[in-house]
């Protein structure tokens, strides 16, 4: 009975509005520009975005995709078009720091 019970009150949390938006909230912010500069010393990154430049920092925890496979920082060239999924704080603000950076081109002439 208590399991019951227990799987009553789970299911009815899962259900609130408050837990709906929760999951909203989580989803990652995304943006996507060109490559205009890489420091990787500061571990910046600058993304040429349609408002202008975005300076995006990466820490030891994003994920690079080059080419389809996993890759670092190092691997990115300027002029590559990408896709930056940004961390999300609790609160639901994308922050401008990146999970995920995933080359979508090659890098541009030059």
């Known amino acids: 009975m208590r399991r019951r019970r227990w799987l009553a009150l789970l299911a009815a949390a899962a259900c609130a509005p408050g837990a709906i938006a929760m999951r909203a909230e989580a989803q990652p912010a995304e943006l996507v520009g060109t490559l205009a500069a890489l420091d990787t010393r500061a571990r910046t ?3 040429t975005v349609a408002g202008g430049e975005r ?6 925890l994003t994920l690079f995709v080059v080419a389809g496979r996993p890759g670092a920082a190092r691997d990115l060239r300027p002029g590559q078009r990408l896709r930056v999924q940004l961390q999300v704080s609790a609160g639901g603000r994308a922050r401008d720091v990146a999970r995920r950076v995933v080359a979508i081109s090659a890098a541009g002439p030059g």
Not at 55 to 60: A, G, K, L, N
């Open 45 to 47: 990154l600058s993304l």
């Open 55 to 60: 300076r995006i920092r990466f820490d030891d």
